[in-house]
Structures are given as C-alpha cells and as structure tokens.
C-alpha cells in the first residue's frame, strides 16, 4: 500500500480535531501519516484562566490528542490567539512546513468564515499553495521532488460568497467513541470555555459521570458531523455505496479548485482505508 500523507492546518488547538480528527484516527490506524497543525497558541479563549498557563494547558492538549490519534505530529505554531495575520512571515512558514512535511493532501479553513484567525490561517494556507513549489522562494527548504499536494478545504457552514460543497467524506461512525476520546483531551475547552461562551455560565464538569461527560461532546460538539453527512450524502454514497447511504456522521472536504473532475476522483481515492 502507498502511503498518502495528510497535513491540516487549523486555527486553533482544537480545530483539526474537531473538523479531522475522525479522519485522522482511521487513516492513521490505517497506516497513512497525518500532521496536524495548531496556528495559534490559544491562549485567549477561557473564562479564568491566565494567557501564559493556558497556553501551557492548550498544547499539552494537543500532544495527548496527537497520540489518541496517531498522529505523526501535532505542531503549534505559537502565535497569539486574536492576533493572526496573513502576513510574509506566516506565509514562509507555512511554505516551510509544507516542503518539509511534503503532503498528498493539505487542509485548511475557507476564508469567509466567522473567525479571524481561521480567514488568517485560510488566506496563509492559500497563498502558500501556489508558492510552495516555486525552487526561490524559502530556497533554503528546497521543493521536494514531485511534491503536487490537492488543496483542499475543512468544512464550515458559510454561505457567502458560496456555501460548503464536499467534494469527499469519510465515515465517523466506526471511530465515534474514539472521536469523543480524542476531543475530550481538548478539557478546557470542551468542558470549561465552550461551554463558558455558549452562555452556558453554570456548567460544571466535575458533576458529570463518564458517560454523561462521552454524551455531552457527542451532542455539543459532533452535532456538526450530522449535518457533514447529511449536507454530502451524494459524496457519501458516491464513495461508500450502502455505508454512505446510512452514515450517521461524517467529515467532509471541498477542493480549493472544484471544477478539476480527475482531481476529484482521485482525492476521494486518496481517503479510502
Ligand atoms: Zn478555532
């Protein structure tokens, strides 16, 4: 078997979990490589906390996700949440983290999204793409030979200018229970800030059972993954026949150029475990 390698940038350490950690976890278990990466160090993003320990707390997060996972790598890129652009700087990183991850596949956000961080990520992401085989520019992290990575983006609910069109899906419902324990090594965010910032101020985790805690990120936060399969179930039978027709949940991508039909066939081929 040819192993496909997958890289996913996010905005934020919980952002590749939560739009590709289902993904990850099947390919990965299937022998594929899958790096995912944090932009920014999410050290905004809670009620009590301080921005220093919090950033501690978040990327200690990340790396206990990465191994429920499989990941290859989670790496965090370390810019403060609120505070990232698309500048040169963010770009040649991310050019470099590219060539030296040399991926069949990167992901990211689209950028008319609600967040600022996910449209920096997004624009750095896309500008990157073109960029990233060009032999001068970062020419000290060469292009690697016959690197052709599809761009292609994680889902979001945006309608303007136009709305989310998967172009491929994989199935969540076989790695569901592993999805809730990768998410859950996300605590404060799942289970303090989230909760915090829905309005949600009397939420108290330490009352919930296991159980109650598994129920709580399957309804709050994979919810999304329903309306994925529902919103893709043309993708979803395309790809998987009667197990499409029948997926619950799901996580879906959409091809930064959608009109390239062999492009497309051979990005849903790319996802096959
Ligand atoms: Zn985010």
């Known amino acids: 078997m040819e192993q496909r390698r997958f890289l996913v940038f996010g905005a934020h350490p919980d952002d590749c979990d939560l739009l590709f950690g289902a993904s990850?976890?099947?390919?990965?278990?299937?022998?594929?490589?899958?790096?995912?990466?944090?932009?920014?160090?999410?050290?905004?993003?809670?009620?009590?906390?301080?921005?220093?320990?919090l950033a501690v707390r978040r990327y200690a997060e990340t790396q206990a996700s990465a191994k429920v996972a499989g990941l290859m790598e989670y790496e965090?890129?370390?810019y403060g949440d609120c505070?990232?652009?698309?500048?040169?700087?963010?770009?040649?990183?991310?050019?470099?983290i590219i060539r030296e991850f040399c991926p069949d596949v990167v992901l990211t956000h689209r950028t008319c999204t609600y967040h600022a961080d996910h449209r920096a990520i997004g624009q750095a992401v896309d500008d990157a793409a073109y960029l990233c085989t060009v032999p001068l520019y970062c020419p000290e992290?060469?292009?690697?030979?016959?690197?052709?990575?599809?761009?292609?983006?994680?889902?979001?609910?945006?309608?303007?200018?136009?709305?989310?069109?998967?172009?491929?899906?994989?199935i969540v419902d076989p790695v569901e229970a592993q999805k809730i324990r990768l998410l859950s090594c996300h605590e404060s965010q799942m289970f303090e800030w989230l909760p915090w910032d829905r309005g949600d101020r009397d939420f108290d985790v330490s009352r919930l059972s296991e159980?109650?805690?598994?129920?709580?990120?399957?309804?709050?936060?994979?919810?999304?993954?329903?309306r994925m399969a529902d919103e893709a179930r043309d993708?979803?039978?395309?790809?998987?026949?009667?197990?499409?027709?029948?997926?619950?949940?799901a996580e879906t991508y959409m091809i930064v150029e959608r009109r390239n039909m062999v492009a497309r066939q051979k990005f849903q081929e790319l996802f096959k475990v």
């Open 141 to 170: 992290t060469p292009v690697p030979e016959n690197m052709r990575p599809i761009f292609a983006y994680l889902f979001d609910g945006f309608v303007t200018p136009n709305p989310f069109a998967a172009d491929a899906a994989m």
């Open 235 to 249: 993708v979803l039978v395309e790809m998987y026949g009667e197990a499409g027709k029948s997926a619950k949940r």
């Open 211 to 226: 159980a109650e805690r598994d129920d709580y990120i399957r309804e709050n936060y994979m919810a999304r993954d329903i």
């Open 24 to 53: 990850a976890i099947q390919l990965c278990k299937a022998g594929h490589v899958v790096k995912f990466v944090s932009a920014c160090n999410g050290d905004c993003g809670h009620q009590s906390m301080k921005s220093v320990p």
């Open 76 to 78: 965090v890129m370390g």
């Open 83 to 96: 505070t990232l652009e698309p500048t040169l700087e963010v770009r040649a990183r991310v050019t470099r």
